[in-house]
């Protein structure tokens, strides 16, 4: 059971790497410039190994993060041990909580559950509360408490309980990809949730928008990463990880 549910987010991954195989060795000495080429090419695809083994690993420890208490208290005393632990708390959890795939390539995880009668359906005006990476470093967040805001007189605290985002799905303001898998969510529930490019943050014109410098240069590398930026770095579809909260439903 459980390297069949492995294999399942796995194995996806392995063949897109293939396609990045170095094929260096039969090539034909080269000049300064044809190594300078091929050293940033390598760069590249060393780059999007490091987004595919990430995106495999993101799954992975969500599913060690929601074992049992039981299986919590288990303690390993060498690697093979801790092995066979780690695998019987993915596999449990798996069967538990497993991942949801949606039509569009979507995907999400329950995070923790929401709770009342009311859930989100089209259309509806809600309260959220996000988190946005890479499948390689954090992009940006509103109120998860990861980003600072001025509170006058050069003061700053973090938006923790402090903002929200307040949108209406359907207006183009979150990624089609996000608001699928709103839908259905009730008011405190919170889910992972994993976006293709191509019903991510191009759908809606790149909303919700990074607010701070940092955050704004991580956006514009993810655009080059996706769109390409030359015959030696085509396009990748690297997907965005999100955690998004429901606050409210309105």
Same mark, same amino acid.
């Given at each position: ?5 492995v294999s399942?987010?796995? $194995?996806?991954?392995?063949?897109? @790497?293939?396609?990045? !195989? ?5 090539a ?12 940033? !090419? @390598? ?8 987004? =595919? ?7 992975? +420890? @969500?599913?060690t ?10 303690? $390993?005393t060498?690697?093979?041990? $801790? ?12 069967s ?6 949606? %039509?569009?390539g ?13 859930? +989100? ?17 954090y ?29 209406t799905?359907?207006?183009? !303001? ?7 898998a ?10 992972? +949730? ?14 919700? %928008?990074?607010?701070?410098?940092a955050g704004k240069? +991580?956006?514009?590398?993810y655009?080059?990463l ?10 990748? @579809?690297a ?5 998004i909260?429901? =606050?409210s439903i309105?």
């Open positions: 059971m459980m390297s069949k549910a399942m987010w796995v $194995c996806p991954f392995v063949m897109l @790497a293939a396609i990045f !195989h170095d094929a260096s060795a039969l034909p000495p080269k000049t300064v410039s044809q190594q300078t080429q091929q050293q940033q !090419h @390598a760069a590249v695809h060393e780059t999007r190994r490091q987004v =595919l083994r990430t995106v495999t690993a993101s799954w992975i +420890v @969500a599913a993060t929601t074992g049992t208490p039981a299986q919590s208290e288990a303690k $390993c060498d690697i093979e041990s $801790c092995r066979e632990i780690g695998e019987k708390k993915v596999e449990q959890d798996l538990d909580n497993p991942v949801i795939p949606l %039509a569009n979507v995907r999400y995880k329950l995070l923790k559950p929401g709770y009342g009668d009311k859930t +989100v359906e089209k259309g509806s005006t809600i309260d959220l509360i996000y988190v946005v990476n890479t499948p390689a470093r992009m940006f967040s509103q109120g998860f408490g990861l980003e600072k805001i001025d509170t006058g007189f050069g003061q700053k605290q973090t938006d923790l309980g402090i903002g929200s985002y307040l949108v799905l359907g207006t183009k !303001h979150l990624p089609i990809g996000i608001e699928d709103l839908i259905g969510m009730k008011k405190g529930e919170r889910r992972k +949730v994993e976006v293709p490019p191509s019903v991510g943050f191009d759908t809606s014109d790149w909303k919700p %928008a990074a607010s701070t410098p240069a +991580v956006v514009e590398n655009k080059k996706i769109r390409g930026s030359g015959p030696n770095n085509p396009p990748f @579809a997907p965005t990880i999100w955690q909260e429901v =606050l309105r």
